[in-house]
Structure formats: C-alpha cells, structure tokens
C-alpha cells in the first residue's frame, strides 16, 4: 500500500512544522480542505490504540460535503470500512476519523483525540473548543488544527493573533491569500476583482479581516506633526470595568474593553493635537495613577471622565491622590447627551478629521487607534481609544460655555435686559 501527496508550497511549509496548535487563515480555493484530508489520514495511521482523529465543520452536512467523499479519494488505499450514516471511516489499522459537526456538541463529547481538524473556525462558537474539544485532546497530548476564511474580528482573529505573537509555543499561525495556491491561475482572481463588491473580494480571496468597518473615517484623512506652541491641555477618560483581568482566561474575558486616557492640546483656532492616548485593562488604583500622573505633568484646562458606575468608584481613589500629592482639580462628568455612540463620535470627530484639525503626535505609535477608527463602529473591534477623543469635544464646549458664563454683562435698559 503507498499513498502519494502532493502538497502546494504553503500546504508543505503547513504540514512540516510540529508546533502543537496550527492555526491558518486562507482565501477561497488555497487548498486547505485538501490540506485538512491528508492531515487527517496521516495522524490516523499513526494514531496509538484507543484514540481517534476528528475533523468538525459548523454544521454536520458541511462536514459531509466537505470532506466525505474527498477523504476516499485521496485515502482508498488505506481504508477499510467507512459508514455514511454516523460519518466514520476505519482505517487498516482500525483507527477511525470521525466526521462531526458543530451544531450537535453531545456528538463531540466522550472521545479520546489525538488529533482534530476544526474547518471553517470562524463560524463555529468558540465554547465548542473551550468546553467540548479542548478536554478530548488532553490524556493524549492530541494536536490540533484550525482553518478558516475570515469573519470580522471575531474568537478566530483572537486565535489567529495568539499564534501570530509567538508568546506561546505551543500556538502557532499562517495566513494564506488565493493567489499562494499556485494552481490558481492569477487572471482568474482579477477577473474575481473586478466583478465582486471590495468587501466580498478582501475577506474570499484575500483572507482579510480588516472587513468589517463602513468607511466612515478614512486613512488619507490622518494627519501626524508636532506640538502647537500655544494652545490648552484636555484630559479625556473613557472607563472600562475593573476585573481583575490578570485571571481572564476564556476568549470573551481576553476581548473585554480597555479604559483610555487621551490627552489633547486645543489651538485658539480649534486645531487638536492629540499627544497620546493611553489605553489597556488596569484595576482601579493603576487606573487613577495614571490620571493623577497625567493631570500633574500637563496641568490641562478641563478633566472628565463618562458618566457612569466607573466614574462612581474611582473618585474616591482620586480624591485620595489628590490629598496625597496636594494636587487638586476638578472632575468633568461626560455624558452621552441623549446621542448614539456611532452618532456622538461622528459628530465629534469625522469632521476634524476631514478637515485637516485633528493632528497626532508623530513619535507616537498610533496603530491600535487608527485600527479602531477605520474599523468604526464594527461590533467586532473595540472603540475604547475613539470614545475617549471624541469626548475631548465635550470638554472643549463645556470650557467655551463656562466662558462665555463668566462675562460681566451691564445691561443697558434694566427693564428688558438689553
């Protein structure tokens, strides 16, 4: 008996390496079902007695569509039995892949793994990984394979991202577009080009996930410099909660929101200059550290903070700083105005941006911001950094109105006030 693969350079590079957790995002047609077949052949022939290999696409009739009848042609020569009815093919050797779907997680569970396929990752609930799969492949030390096209910013860009850091060695990620199959003849993906929408084209063919945004900002607008010589400091902060997120361990808990400070020179003409903006998950006395440290180094005009239980449970860490360091100031509170978010960070910033009045830092390293504002408002990426720079607009008019209020007015006929 001899099988024979054939593998594309990327399903090769793939298919060599022994990091135990792949995770490969690819366009529309690279290869990866292919990819999948004899992976899953192979780890079965090695597979030790009293185990199985499984391959899971989101539904069960995907799975068989799939990979059924493309598993016997590429394994004929290896099989021994195969039943359609509960999806299970049998090796010579008596191992079984098992071909299961998604949306029954009971037939997932009880199963030793020393090997599985997750396709089309994407569109699968993470909770099938981390309450169902993740266990089979424990007693084992199985590995495991995930592949998908993109899906916005979702659990599988979070995956993608952790392989992608090499923080971990036991993950590691690929990205593959269309065009890295060689088969593919490259006039056949322009032709694709110019007939399908830029948003079906970037994620099919192009294995994107930068998808999801609505073009309401756009990078051309983006403008970097220096620091205006006149001008008034302004301190924006947009709170997230205040978990401790050193013990966050499931996917929904690493994509909680992150509190951001943005610190803002205004021109007399109305131009901003946004120094930086600081963002990440901190408990609640880093939290107000960072303000107080913030407020002592650029001594702004105005500081305020969304309105809210958050705002509630760091004024009194603040008030204590305040007494500490002898530093007083007063706290803005910033408020929605009765305004959807999508509509109050329009107003406030899409405007500012077109024209040439909002200018940032350029030693600064802004790519997490602009991430988030060409991505606004997608529900799959966060908005925290955009949030807080859209209320420096809050504070600016607060600051003007006080003025304004202030004036000494005569009045020049007492009865009318005029």
Partial sequence: MELNFQLLKWQQEVFKDDTRFKVIVAGRRTGKSRLSAITLLIEALNCPAGSAVMYVAPTLGQARSIMWDLLHDLGRPVIKSSHVNNLEITLVNERKILL???????????VSLTYLVMDEFAFIKMDIWEKVLRAALSDKKGRAMFISTPSGRNHFYDMYKLGASE???????????????????PKEIEAAKKTLSSFAFKQEYLASFDNAGTDLFKEQWLKYGDEPKQGSWYIAID???????????????KRLDQSAIAVVKVTDDGVWFVEKIEYGRWDIEETAMRIMKNVK???????????GMARQAILGYLEQLMRRHGSY???????HGNQKKTDRIMWALQGNFE??????????????????????????????????????????????????????WVPMDNLIGY
């Fill in 100 to 110: 299961r779907g998604a949306d029954n997680p009971d037939s997932l569970r009880g």
């Fill in 167 to 185: 923080t971990d060695d036991e993950w590691k990620s690929w990205l593959f577009k269309t065009i890295d199959n060689e088969t593919i003849d």
């Fill in 239 to 253: 709170l997230a909660g205040f978990k401790d997120v050193r013990s966050a361990t499931s996917a929904a808990d």
């Fill in 297 to 307: 180094e650029y001594e702004p005009t105005a500081v305020g903070i969304e309105k």
């Fill in 329 to 335: 100031f007063h706290i803005e509170e910033l408020t």
């Fill in 355 to 408: 024209h040439s009045r909002i200018i940032l830092n350029e030693e600064e390293d802004w790519t997490e911001f602009v991430d988030q504002l060409l991505m606004f408002p997608s529900t799959q990426v966060h908005d925290d950094l955009v949030d807080a720079l859209a209320y420096v607009s809050q504070l600016v008019r607060n600051v003007a109105t006080d003025d304004f209020e202030e004036e000494e």
